[in-house]
């Protein structure tokens, strides 16, 4: 018999933003590009400082930092963080299913 194989989650659009001076070099670094602090470009379309940047995220949880003139950055409107091997704090993004809790094992309950 085949092996059957539950369904791969849906990824999930998910926007980043942070304010920072205009003409700044702002990243995005987290556990879903390999802590790669120049892997996603922010961009300030505007010019008004207020850099973002879209990912497609399967459900799940991340931790990242804005990396900012190459200063590494939590995001400060995201009040979820945890404390990281190097004694500093990192930001928590949360991608929940429909229907399922982010972090809550996918497949059948």
């Excluded at 809790?101 to 497949?107: L, Q, R, T």
């Amino acid at each position: 018999m085949d092996e059957v194989k539950p369904p791969k989650p849906r990824s999930k659009r998910v926007t980043f933003a942070v304010r920072a001076e205009p003409g700044s070099s702002v990243f995005l670094a987290g556990d879903f590009n390999g802590w790669d602090p120049k892997a996603k470009a922010l961009t300030d379309k505007d010019g008004t400082g207020l850099f973002k940047t879209t990912l497609n995220l399967v459900p799940g949880v991340y931790e990242y930092k804005f990396v900012i003139d190459g200063k590494w950055v939590v995001d400060h409107d995201n009040k979820e963080w945890v404390q990281n091997a190097h004694g500093t704090l990192n930001s928590v993004q949360r991608v929940e299913e429909a229907g399922r809790p982010a972090g809550e094992p996918a497949g059948p309950r």
